[in-house]
């Protein structure tokens, strides 16, 4: 995660992180799913999110609310595909144009 943060955000390996970078860096790895949360803020931001954050510090501080807004943008991203006939489990039926 830590090589995440600073691949993301373009840090030098030597930067030495803040007092509140590394508390706060240290309370979200620990959640349980927290490289599937990584690779979704890093998807939304190569997908051209402009809301992401700017700085580490931010980031770590706003985690969880910063995963599901990166959630939400991918999902309005993906475009419309509708369902083939296959994968609707059948055939498709058409509707009467009376």
Do not use: H
């Not at 803020?41 to 999110?49: M, N, P, V």
């Not at 700085?55 to 706003?62: D, E, F, G, I, P």
């Not at 995963?67 to 595909?81: D, G, H, M, N």
Request: aromatic share 10%; charged share 30%.
């Amino acid at each position: 995660m830590a090589a995440w943060c600073i691949a993301t955000y373009n840090r030098k390996p030597i930067t030495e992180w803040t007092a509140k970078e590394v508390t706060k860096f240290r309370v979200v790895a620990k959640r349980a799913d927290l490289v599937e949360e990584a690779n979704t803020i890093g998807k939304a931001r190569k997908g051209g999110w402009e809301y992401a954050r700017k700085s580490v510090q931010t980031l770590l501080n706003n985690w969880p609310s910063e995963v599901e807004k990166a959630r939400a943008f991918l999902a309005e991203a993906e475009p419309y595909r509708p369902q083939s006939a296959a994968e609707a489990g059948g055939v498709l039926q058409l509707e009467d144009a009376r």
